[in-house]
T-cell receptor, first 117, second 115 residues
Framework: DAGVIQSPRHEVTEMGQEVTLRCKPI?????LFWYRQTMMRGLELLIYFNNNVPIDDSGMPEDRFSAKMPNASFSTLKIQPSEPRDSAVYFCASSFSGTSGLTYEQYFGPGTRLTVT | AQSVAQPEDQVNVAEGNPLTVKCTYS??????LFWYVQYPNRGLQFLLK??????LVKGSYGFEAEFNKSQTSFHLKKPSALVSDSALYFCAVRVGSSNTGKLIFGQGTTLQVKP
């Protein structure tokens, strides 16, 4: 398996521009997570989906951030308009979650390093 | 409130010596605990987890972790450190129901292994 795939790996954009980050989870996984990592705040959970449905978006910083998961193999995180304080590494992770009570680990993608100037 | 704490920002150890990276947690109900490692410019990699059973859990790359319910701790250990173990280590705990798998992470501990 190719693992979690994220694109682009690096993104440099100007303040005010729209940014779209993409994620392809591991096939068969039904939970998907978007994280942001910065030196100041560490690793923060932004939003997560279960079976393509957003379960908890309480970590989304503000209305400029939105995420979608139109199908089981694709998700996007969009920032519009972007600001310099959005500069961070954004990770996507996926896992399998079921009703059996078993807890499975999350697998992380390589991340997208976003720089907003 | 449910939380996980890593009390040390950095741990320094000489190659060949045993290492310990500390983690404490606070959750309601049974804890499900994880350790991850992050190498520079990479995503987090799963090392090991405790769900139930034996308090000593063995994972990847020779790492193990000891679950201690009375001390609410889940310290990561390795008998003999390697320079290549130098990385950022995260402890995490599952919150919410098992069918969603949400984790909260500690702030991370940088492990520096010197030759």
């Amino acid at each position: 398996d190719a693992g979690v795939i994220q694109s682009p790996r690096h993104e440099v954009t100007e303040m005010g521009q729209e940014v779209t980050l993409r994620c392809k989870p591991i096939s068969g996984h039904n939970s998907l997570f978007w994280y942001r990592q910065t030196m100041m705040r560490g690793l923060e959970l932004l939003i997560y989906f279960n079976n393509n449905v957003p379960i908890d978006d309480s970590g989304m910083p503000e209305d400029r951030f939105s995420a979608k998961m139109p199908n089981a193999s694709f998700s996007t995180l969009k920032i519009q308009p972007s600001e310099p304080r959005d500069s961070a590494v954004y990770f996507c992770a996926s896992s399998f979650s079921g009703t059996s009570g078993l807890t499975y680990e999350q697998y992380f993608g390589p991340g997208t390093r976003l720089t907003v100037t | 409130a449910q939380s996980v704490a890593q009390p040390e920002d950095q741990v320094n150890v000489a190659e060949g010596n045993p290492l310990t990276v500390k983690c404490t947690y606070s959750v309601s109900g049974n804890p499900y605990l994880f350790w991850y490692v992050q190498y520079p410019n990479r995503g987090l990699q799963f090392l090991l987890k405790y769900i139930t059973g034996d308090n000593l859990v063995k994972g990847s790359y020779g790492f193990e972790a000891e679950f201690n319910k009375s001390q609410t701790s889940f310290h990561l250990k390795k008998p003999s450190a390697l320079v290549s173990d130098s990385a950022l280590y995260f402890c995490a705990v599952r919150v919410g129901s098992s069918n969603t798998g949400k984790l909260i992470f500690g702030q991370g501990t940088t492990l520096q292994v010197k030759p």
